[in-house]
Each structure stands twice: as structure tokens, then as C-alpha cells.
């Protein structure tokens, strides 16, 4: 595991997950007991929150504008999420970040104890 990505599992207070739909009905206020937000600006702590991007790369350039507006330092891609002009941006901007995988939704309990170890 680098270490940006035992950084992000281990060194942030937070945690959010970004998504997007074209079917507004799935947008719901809370997802599986916890809270959500309609947009990065609204998270309570975006200094202290590492965020991971499930979108098409379209939407991730859009999030990852309003993640560096928010102060947002740790973001990880998952596979699907990035095209060059993302990844230039991210680079561009900063942030530490992750991509081409792995999927830290399937795999987060392994790669937590991975880092763990390190």
C-alpha cells in the first residue's frame, strides 16, 4: 500500500462518499443510518474528511473543483472515475489522492489492516 493511501484510510477524522445518479429518487437523507449531504460544501468538516468519488469522470472533474474549494486534501478515484483532465487536475491542485484502484469500498477492511501493519 503507498503511502497516500494508508494516509487516507488512517489519518483522516472522516469520511464521505460521493455518488451520482440520474435517477433523483435514490438521493435520500440519510444512507444506511448515516447522514447525507447534497453537495462537498456541506460536509462539517471538509478539512478533516477524506473522500471517495463514485462517478462518472464528467462529474468527478465538477467534485473535485468543489473538494479544493472546501479544502478538501485526500481523495480516492475508484476504478471508472478519472480520465487524463482528472488526473491533471488532481495533480494540478494538489491533492493527495489514489486512483486506478483498488476499489477502497470493496476492499477498505483489508486495506485498513494492511496499513496497519505498516
Known amino acids: 500500500m503507498n503511502a497516500i493511501a494508508k494516509d ?3 489519518n483522516n477524522a472522516h469520511f464521505a462518499v460521493v455518488g451520482a445518479s440520474t435517477n433523483r429518487s435514490k438521493v435520500e437523507p440519510t444512507v444506511e443510518g448515516l447522514q447525507s449531504v447534497t453537495s ?3 460536509l462539517t468538516d471538509p478539512k478533516n474528511t477524506a473522500l471517495s468519488i463514485i462517478t462518472p469522470p464528467s462529474v468527478t472533474l465538477k467534485t473535485l473543483q468543489d473538494a479544493h474549494a ?3 486534501t485526500y481523495v480516492w478515484l475508484q476504478p471508472g472515475t478519472d480520465n487524463e483532465e482528472v ?3 488532481a495533480k494540478e491542485t ?3 489522492f489514489v486512483a486506478g484502484g483498488p476499489c477502497i469500498l470493496v476492499m477498505g477492511d483489508s486495506l ?3 496499513g496497519s501493519r505498516l
Open 94 to 96: 494538489g491533492f493527495k
Open 40 to 42: 462537498v460544501s456541506e
Open 8 to 10: 487516507f484510510l488512517v
Open 87 to 89: 488526473i491533471s487536475y
Open 70 to 72: 472546501a479544502g478538501i
Open 112 to 114: 485498513l489492516q494492511q
